[in-house]
């Protein structure tokens, strides 16, 4: 109590007892990891943890009181996050940082940081309140969506087969890879400006008719006849299919 005292309890006010209450049950209630740490020690260290914490991390509150937080990134100390920590904490600012941690069985979480600076009723900072949470599910599914988006990219521009993708419903060109910039001559910039109706010499409602048959799946091939940016028209054979994105249906 006397820590929660030190931090939030206001002499000149006659409700302290009832403030310090609040500020109390609000940390150990809370679903956030949440840790004070002692500002006027130059070792920065942690003098709370409420009971959320000792979730997240699996150690006990009494197993972290006198350290320094450094102890929960392990042996994984190159860390951009760290540097901006240590930044905010000279400079006495607020921070917010995404950084690997480890809790006490070793296994590793990926931790959302929040830090603020607390400063007394005469402006000196006596304390760093950081509030943790754990985003190591959202983290992993950022991480395997990169690697998707990494292993496609692969797959559409280092692929030598001219490559378009269109949005039957507009027939504007949603992606070109490289060997369909080189083939039509416009550059990728250009081509994503424009609509599949601008190089395919058919009526643009007979476009629009074959687009459709593509997405549902009724057609699968077909031949067309194209312009290049150079003016010259190509015989061409299509093969389409439709594809789910979190944008809708397009052609591929």
């Not at 209630?29 to 020690?41: F, H, K, P, R, Y």
């Not at 830090?115 to 992993?140: A, C």
């Not at 910039?181 to 476009?207: A, C, K, T």
Request: hydrophobic content about 40%.
């Amino acid at each position: 109590k006397l820590v929660f005292k030190r931090c939030f309890g206001q002499k000149s006010h006659d409700n302290t007892d009832m403030n310090i209450g609040v500020m109390q049950s609000l940390m150990r209630n809370s679903l956030s990891g949440m840790i004070l740490v002692d500002a006027q020690n130059p070792t920065m260290l942690i003098i709370y943890a409420n009971p959320a914490f000792e979730i997240h991390t699996g150690y006990k509150a009494e197993e972290v009181v006198g350290k320094n937080c450094r102890f929960l990134q392990g042996s994984d100390r190159q860390q951009e996050g760290r540097t901006l920590i240590r930044e905010a904490i000279l400079a006495r600012k607020a921070c917010a940082v995404t950084i690997r941690n480890y809790r006490k069985d070793g296994t590793m979480f990926w931790n959302e940081v929040r830090i603020s600076p607390i400063y007394d009723d005469h402006g000196k900072l006596v304390y760093f309140l950081g509030v943790q949470n754990d985003i190591t599910e959202r983290k992993e599914a950022e991480i395997a969506l990169a690697r998707s988006e990494a292993r496609y990219r692969q797959m559409f521009d280092n692929n030598r087969a001219v490559k378009l993708v269109i949005d039957p419903a507009t027939g504007l060109i949603k992606d070109a890879n490289s060997a369909a910039v080189d083939f039509y001559g416009w550059s990728h910039e250009q081509l994503l400006q424009m609509r599949i109706q601008e190089i395919n010499l058919l009526p643009d409602d007979e476009v629009r008719a074959e687009m459709q048959r593509a997405a549902v799946q009724e057609r699968t091939f077909f031949e067309f006849r194209h312009w290049l940016a150079s003016g010259e028209i190509r015989d061409v054979d299509v093969f389409s299919s439709p594809v789910d994105t979190p944008e809708g249906r397009y052609l591929y």
